[in-house]
């Protein structure tokens, strides 16, 4: 883990899974944005403070997943910090189970309970909603940025960095996985509305660190949204069950997943068939006892 100064009072842990950040809310206190993907990441992130003379003041969550509040709760234990999330977010982190229930629709099998999965339950104390948000006196900006997650934030520090959760991936990332793990596809086509404000200067990607070129990146991910979401309705011109459009799916884009990413991916592709149904666009057809696919005439 490597600590980057990235303006005058923002910072970056940056490492090989979820990246988070830090600003100073004045000599002493910090605020984290995202924890880690577990205590042992979390003791690192400590060690760093500590070598800096910083106390964490507090933890805002961009979103619940696993990478990015997987530290909650030793950082919680050890420091007494509060915990920033909104309402959708801080039902997930407080009821960790319902990661693995949302991704498997049921009691999740032990695949899908790991700590990349499930992290350990932590204590929201502050619920926050889109606009300012005041910690120690200081302004920040929180940026409804859905899709990834349904109640996903970005957090725009005084400094002007957007750190983005993962409402973004990097062109590096996206040349080997072409396509983005969604739970909502109108909610992520309302982020990367979201994302085009003139309130910040830098955007920073968990996956990928900060962008080179704000405009770029955003377009990148649309564009590739916008051609999964058309791979999608051309493979359902004829009925297909949901496992065999992501099997269709895998082919067309000549990726290899694992059972991990499977199951993310399912999630995915059935988010881009509910929006198709929803958009009236395609419908949903019973066949042999089993919901299928198809676009309308």
């Known amino acids: 883990m490597r600590l980057q100064q990235l303006a005058e009072r923002t910072y970056a842990v940056e490492s090989d899974f979820a990246s988070l950040g830090i600003y100073l809310l ?33 933890i805002l969550n961009t979103h619940s997943h696993a990478d990015h509040c997987g530290g909650n709760r030793w950082l919680q234990d050890s420091a007494g910090c509060d915990i920033y999330a909104t309402p959708l977010e801080a039902a997930f982190i407080e009821n ?24 350990q339950p932590s204590k929201v104390t502050r619920k926050i909603e889109e606009g300012p948000l005041i910690i120690k006196d200081i302004i920040f900006q929180v940026l409804p940025l859905p899709g990834h997650s349904l109640g996903q934030v970005g957090l725009i520090t005084p400094d002007g960095i957007l750190f983005a959760g993962d409402s973004l991936v990097s ?18 086509l309302s982020a990367l ?17 900060l962008a080179e070129d704000n405009t770029a990146t955003i377009n990148l991910n649309r564009n590739v949204l916008m051609k999964n979401i058309a791979l999608v309705e051309k493979i359902i011109t004829h009925p297909h069950s949901l496992e065999s459009v992501v099997s269709q799916f895998t082919i067309h884009q000549r990726v290899t997943v694992n059972r991990n990413h499977y199951f993310r991916l399912s999630n995915t592709i059935a988010s881009i068939l509910a929006y198709l149904v929803n958009q009236g666009r395609a419908a949903i057809v019973m066949l042999e006892n089993t919901p299928h696919y198809r676009t309308r005439a």
Request: negative net charge; contains cysteine; glycine residues 8%.
């Open 26 to 58: 004045d000599k002493k206190h910090c605020l984290l944005i995202d924890s880690g993907h577990s205590a042992a990441q979390a003791r690192e992130i400590l060690r760093i403070l500590d070598e800096q003379g910083w106390v964490a003041h507090a």
């Open 96 to 119: 960790p189970v319902l990661l693995p229930y949302s991704t498997y629709s049921a009691y999740p099998p032990k695949l899908l309970m790991g700590k990349f999965f499930m992290p």
């Open 171 to 188: 062109e590096q990332i996206l040349g080997t996985l072409p396509f983005v793990f969604l739970c909502d596809v109108a909610g992520q």
């Open 193 to 209: 509305d979201n994302l085009h404000t003139e309130g910040y200067q830098y955007l920073y990607l968990s996956h990928g660190g």
